[in-house]
């Protein structure tokens, strides 16, 4: 079952872009195909410039059929200042992190991806402005702001 955001709106910001998948028994997550990753901490910030790591199964360019190999790529994070410059159309908030800019982004089919800074997941792939686009970073939704909403529905 699919827990969307219970705020989540696409007509309003693309805010609160974010589910949890809640799945009907367990298995195992530690292997050589699907992993564990912490969540960012509450206090933890990841300043302007930091690598991360993005991943999907999305198009790696527009317009470009998904693939059947997970790809991934180096982004590094931007202000929300910057972000909200050069994407003057739509308002970033508190629950959104930018990064990206360059040659590498997330693209379509990767939303709902992760991105993986100095070993936390800090943000889920949520928007952007065409792929890669030259200026343009990728928006994420911002795990650290969620981390209570993630919790009050893990128990964790």
Sequence with gaps: M??????YSKDIKLDLDIG??????????????IGTVRLIGPAE???PGRDCVISGWGTTK????EHQVL???M???????????VL????????????????HDACQGDSGGPMICTGSLTGVVSWGEGCAT????????SVRELRPWIYAYTGM
Excluded: E
């Design 2 to 7: 699919v827990i969307p955001h219970n705020r």
């Design 20 to 33: 949890l998948l809640q799945l009907l028994r367990p298995f195992p997550a530690n292997n050589d195909f």
């Design 45 to 47: 910030i990841v300043p």
């Design 62 to 65: 527009q317009n470009d059929g």
């Design 71 to 73: 790809k991934s790529a």
């Design 75 to 85: 982004v590094k994070t931007v202000t929300q200042a910057a972000c909200q410059r």
């Design 88 to 103: 003057y159309r739509k308002i970033i908030t508190k629950n959104m992190v930018c990064a990206g800019a360059q040659r």
């Design 134 to 141: 030259a200026g343009k970073p990728g928006v994420y939704t």
